[in-house]
């Protein structure tokens, strides 16, 4: 399944709805859900079993759990059947079930993250910046998947223009591939961590790097180096639809390739990184884990730099393009 979160604009409001892309076009799993209960004889209650089911966010609808997956099934069969019957069917507040996805506006798939943790697992990548600093890479780095908290209300959509921070010279992409947890759990065991896993997402986690420099020199941060903004989409691509072991990485800046990767160069998995951290702390439905740069997925290892006005896209196999231009304040 390949879920998005899409805003429509209606003469009420604008609204934040969760989605299923099939066949190119967006199937609203909600109204499916509701439509469906509506013509299984449910009446007046179908709008308010559906909220409580197959509810309008991917992050409530995450913490429902498998029903909430059995709900999403529903819908988009019974969603299935009307296209092949063509027929006009509404959902219960009179929602559109279907929508083109040029007739909405793309937003992050999770557009408000429990947490943002970014882990540091291509080796590649790694080298390069301990090298700057002069630094071998930490023994620690081997024993164990390291990661720095970013900012979880900072999540920019695709096609989203992501704003160039006044206080930074030297601003840069990077290429990561990101992980959504799906399940509460604790504790984890690597050969289990699977089962927490909800799908995949492009990521990138824009960089200040003149700031983040200072910051990693003092042996704290990144925090402004990094928490001003981070791109998730275009979609989120459930597990069942994607192996993330062996995905060809691209970016493109003004569409010139300058970054080529591969997801399977990561010394480190997914699973471990969902075990490690587990480990005496609770992870929640909702939290986003990215692996950290593809080795040679950035402006610093090529030594390019983006520029106010550049559009970088970052592509990854089996997921899609994330996209967007970077803009200076006025």
């Not at 429902?64 to 709900?71: D, L, N, R, T």
């Not at 992050?108 to 943002?116: G, Q």
């Amino acid at each position: 399944m390949r879920l998005v979160t899409f805003e429509v604009t209606t003469p009420v409001g604008r609204f934040e709805r969760l989605g299923a892309l099939v066949h190119c076009e967006i199937v609203d799993l909600n109204a499916a859900f509701g439509a469906c209960l509506l013509h299984s004889g449910h009446g007046d209650q179908a709008a308010r079993l559906a909220d409580v089911d197959a509810p309008p966010d991917l992050l409530r609808f995450l913490e429902m759990g498998s029903c909430g997956w059995e709900a999403a099934a529903r819908g988009l069969d019974f969603a299935a059947k009307v296209r092949a019957s063509g027929e006009t069917v509404e959902g219960p507040r009179g929602e559109q079930l279907f929508y083109r996805p040029e007739a909405v506006r793309l937003l992050a798939p999770l557009p408000r993250p429990v947490s943002l943790r970014d882990f540091l697992t291509f080796e590649a990548h790694a080298k390069v910046g301990y090298g700057r600093r002069g630094e071998p890479i930490p023994e620690a780095w081997y024993r164990m998947p390291l990661y720095y908290k970013g900012n979880a209300r900072s999540i920019v959509g695709p096609e989203a223009d992501v704003l160039w921070p006044p206080y930074t010279r030297r601003l840069d992409y990077e290429l990561e591939l990101a992980c959504v947890i799906g399940r509460r759990g604790r504790d984890i065991p690597v050969e289990e961590a699977d089962r927490y896993l909800a799908g995949f997402t492009v990521m990138n986690d824009w960089s200040a790097r003149d700031i983040q420099k200072g910051e990693m020199a003092a042996r704290l941060g990144p925090a402004k180096g990094k928490d001003f903004a981070t791109s998730l989409g275009p979609c989120l691509v459930t597990t069942d639809e994607l192996d993330p072991r062996n995905l060809r990485m691209l970016a493109r800046v003004n569409g010139e390739v300058w970054s080529e990767g591969n997801s399977g160069s990561s010394h480190w998995t997914f699973p471990q990184m969902i075990a490690h951290a587990s480990m005496a702390e609770t992870l929640y439905p909702g939290e986003v884990f990215g692996s950290g740069t593809v080795g040679g997925g950035c402006g610093l290892e090529l030594d390019r730099w983006i520029q106010p006005g550049d559009v970088v896209e970052l592509e990854i196999e089996g997921i899609g393009v994330l996209r967007n231009r970077v803009v200076k304040p006025s």
